[in-house]
């Protein structure tokens, strides 16, 4: 198995300018919960994540910097292994992928989140159940774990304010927001 990006996209850049005066909003007011979801859903069914990163890109001419492309690390299967993947396997991976959606439902986002086209996609490579069918069960596995799911969510908000609002020497590429210690930290050994 190798490790690989789920590239969870995220569409909704925002400029944040790190010039002139502090005004930002801040992006990941779905991105966040987005996320925690997958990581939270992923370490209940056996995948886990071993961390979580972020794309930045510095504008010329000191116009700012656009943050987005939130994506959860983790394993997915190849195209060849899906139809020799075990049912159990499969649901556990499915689970993983509603996990984003589930975030946003619970943390009580209504409108379609932003990363959910890509995790229809993915879903659509194991299954013809809908995302938001297989989300109505993560939902209730984040409820259950919801004290490690809202540690998670404040985790990321707050490296997402030290690591890339308040450094203004923030540099073009993937930064990560969460480690596989960070996570290990939170639910414990596994
Ligand atoms: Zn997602």
Redesign the pocket.
């Given at each position: 198995m190798s490790d690989d990006a789920l590239g969870?996209k995220w569409r909704g850049f925002t400029e944040i300018n790190p010039v002139s005066k502090r005004k930002f909003v801040i992006p990941c007011d779905e991105a966040i919960p987005?996320e925690a979801g997958?990581i939270l859903v992923g370490r209940a069914v056996g995948f886990l994540a071993r961390g979580l990163d972020v794309e930045v890109v510095r504008l010329p001419d000191g116009k700012g910097v656009t943050v987005g492309n939130f994506a959860t690390l983790a394993w997915s299967p190849p195209d060849e292994e899906i139809p020799k993947m075990a049912s159990e396997l499969r649901a556990a991976y499915m689970l993983f992928v509603a996990g984003?959606i589930a975030g946003n439902k619970f943390a009580g986002l209504k409108t379609p989140c932003m990363?959910a086209d890509?995790?229809r996609k993915e879903l659509a490579r194991l299954t013809d159940r809908t995302l938001e069918d297989v989300a109505d069960i993560a939902v209730r596995m984040i409820h259950q774990h919801r004290r490690h799911f809202r540690q998670l969510v404040s985790l990321i908000r707050r490296r997402f304010i030290e690591r890339l609002l308040k450094n203004r020497d923030i540099e073009t590429g993937r930064h990560l927001l969460v480690s596989q210690a960070d996570l290990q930290k939170i639910f414990g050994d596994h």
């Open positions: 969870y987005h997958h984003g990363g890509a995790d």
